[in-house]
Each structure stands twice: as C-alpha cells, then as structure tokens.
C-alpha cells in the first residue's frame, strides 16, 4: 500500500533532499524565475537536442514545489513551454514550470543516476504518469546535475513523441552533458547564468 492509503503503486519517490536542493538553488539564484539565464540555459538544452537528435530537451531545476525549465529546447524553437503542453504560466508568455509530481525528472533525483526509458509504455510504475496523456511523451533520457557540494539540483533530459531506443551512446551523452553543464553551474559567479 502507498503512503496515502490507497492501492495504487506511489508514481513520484519520496524527496528526502527537497529542503536541502531548494536552499542550494537559492543560493545560486537558479530555479525561481526567469530572467537573462534563459539564453544560456536554453543554448544548452539547444545541444542536448542536437546530440540526442531528440525533438525536446529540458535543463530542470527542482525545488520542494515545482520543476522548472531553466533551459527548453522545442521542434519550434519558441523557448516556450505552449510546444510541449506545460501547463504553468512563466513569464513573457513562456511555460517553463511543471507540477513536481509530473513527468520522470523527479525520478532521476530520487535515485541519484541516469535514467533511460525507450518506452514509458513499457513499464507500468512510469506509463501512469501524467505526461504521457497529458503531453504525450513516450520516451525519456535523464541524467542528475550533482554539484560539487553533491547536491541533485535538477535533471538535463531529452524527450520524445515517440517510443525509441537511445542505446548506450544516448546514455553516455547524457551523462556527459550533465557533467558539462554542472562544471559550469559549479564554476560560474551568481550573476552569469
């Protein structure tokens, strides 16, 4: 039985580190609003789209309440969230924020380690969740951005409408890509993001 009583296996895994990764996001000033950091961020999320050669891709940051779309790269290229069916309003016109319990970013935070999903269809714990209705995401390659203080802060990730097999060169790129971008977040000045 879940935490909450009910039969229905538990879709989101417990944060224990929710409080710990919202002070550090703060701290760097990542993650609460949108503002100049979006064109770097989305740069990347840009690169993590050409690498994976996936139609969507997202650098996440996740605080006790919310996931937030530092950087989104979309088919349209508008930076906007309208592309990918995100339903929480950012500023600008642009949606960049999502329930935490959404999607499978939350995931790869709860165990720390990439997570790939050829088909979300294919495992009954991930095929229940929102996004796949909602957004129609059939296919997810996340990796963690764990800082130098080892702090999960967030996720950079690639999506697609469709089911398909990332293979073990996806992984490694994701996994590259995570280091790439937390060197950069561990070596920059509060301001330049």
Known sequence: MSPG?????????????????????????????PDASFESFDAFADRVAA????????????????QFFAGLHTPAGTGSGHDLGVAAAGSGGRLRQLARDHGYCPHVLARRKALVLEDVCDYPRFA???????IGIRSYLGAPLIDGT???????????????????????????????????????APHLW
């Not at 039969?7 to 609003?33: H, I, N, Y």
């Not at 229940?128 to 909602?134: A, K, L, W």
Request: hydrophobic fraction near 40%.
């Open 5 to 33: 009583g009910t039969d229905r296996p538990l879709l989101t895994p417990v944060d224990r580190d929710a409080s710990v990764r919202g002070a550090r996001l703060r701290g760097l000033g990542l993650g609460r609003r």
């Open 51 to 66: 690498v994976t050669s996936a139609p969507y891709s997202m650098v996440n940051f996740i605080d006790e309440n919310r």
């Open 128 to 134: 229940g969740n929102p996004v796949v209705d909602g």
């Open 150 to 188: 080892g702090v999960a802060l967030g996720t950079v990730c690639a999506v697609d409408t469709v089911p398909r097999a990332w293979g073990r060169e996806g992984l490694h790129a994701i996994k590259v890509l995570a280091g790439e971008l937390v060197g950069h977040i561990d070596g920059r």
